[in-house]
């Protein structure tokens, strides 16, 4: 499911940002070592910046750098595990998740990050087994992420009894985590529960600026509610503020079978 997909992306980019705020393992032993262990955490920072500026060949230079100057620095290596996966290079970012885990292996962030890429290459009981040593780690201070990442592995795998399980354990911590909202629409939508994915998008609507799959389940939740003025209004904010979108393209389909039953 794409939209799982995306979601699993965006929750270990949650776990990593968090994680760079973190103090590198590198013990310190003169001036050299100190300014490496420095130039490393600048580097793995300028780099961030590059991805989101979605200069991906710059970043993924100063991330090498950033590796080879500290060798011990978990967020360079989780930071590249991101950027292989947003180019595709699944099998690359998996190794470097590995990395970071021999590094520091009892870190419940890591197995939380590492478990969502393998729930996104296909590997789904293995990442749900790395998942859950996150969210049952007593420690891990977010348990929150690792149970909305639980959910849409499972949500990718059609289990929508689990996904909803987990993801609903994930909204008792953070009522108001998005990741977790939109997933619990999609539940609805996939489960014929319209009024429960309206009710759900609009909480989620309520904290972030509408995206393209956002506007498009609400779209599909009000028109198999039958509100048509909501299901217009909708459907013209996501054709205007996103028209190049793969939902804007679904909503022309969804607008010819229409014409063609009528």
């Not at 420095?38 to 100063?62: H, M, P, T, W």
């Not at 201070?141 to 399980?165: I, S, W």
């Not at 999609?186 to 909480?203: L, T, W």
Request: net charge negative; with cysteine; hydrophobic share 40%.
């Amino acid at each position: 499911m794409r939209h799982a997909v995306i979601r699993f992306l965006l929750s270990m980019l949650i776990v990593m940002l968090v994680a760079c705020s973190s103090t590198s393992t590198t013990t310190i032993g003169d001036d050299q070592e100190a300014n490496l262990v420095e130039a490393s955490k600048l580097n793995v920072e300028l780099a961030l910046g590059y991805i989101q500026r979605d200069q991906l060949g710059v970043a993924q230079e100063k991330l090498d750098k950033a590796v080879k100057q500290d060798p011990r620095n978990i967020d360079a290596f989780t930071t590249m595990a991101y950027l292989k996966t947003l180019i595709g290079e699944n099998q690359e970012a998996i190794n470097f998740y590995l990395d970071a885990i021999d590094i520091k292996p009892k870190d419940p962030g890591l197995h939380n990050s590492y478990g969502g890429l393998l729930c996104k290459v296909g590997k789904i009981e293995e990442g749900l087994k790395e998942i859950s040593l996150a969210y049952e780690n007593p420690f891990y201070d977010t348990p929150y992420l690792a149970f909305a990442n639980a959910g849409n592995c499972y949500l990718k795998q059609g289990n929508l009894q689990q996904a909803e399980l987990m993801l609903r354990k994930a909204l008792r911590v953070n009522p108001n985590y998005t990741g977790a909202l939109i997933s619990m629409a999609e539940i609805g939508i996939d489960s014929k529960r319209y009024m429960m994915a309206r009710a759900y998008i609009q909480r989620y609507h309520a904290q972030v600026k509408p995206t393209p799959e956002s506007l498009w389940l609400q779209i599909q939740a009000e028109k198999a509610l039958g509100d048509k003025e909501h299901y217009l209004k909708y459907a013209k904010q996501l054709l205007s503020e996103f028209p190049d979108s793969e939902e804007a393209g679904l909503l022309h389909e969804l607008a010819r079978d229409e014409r063609k039953q009528n």
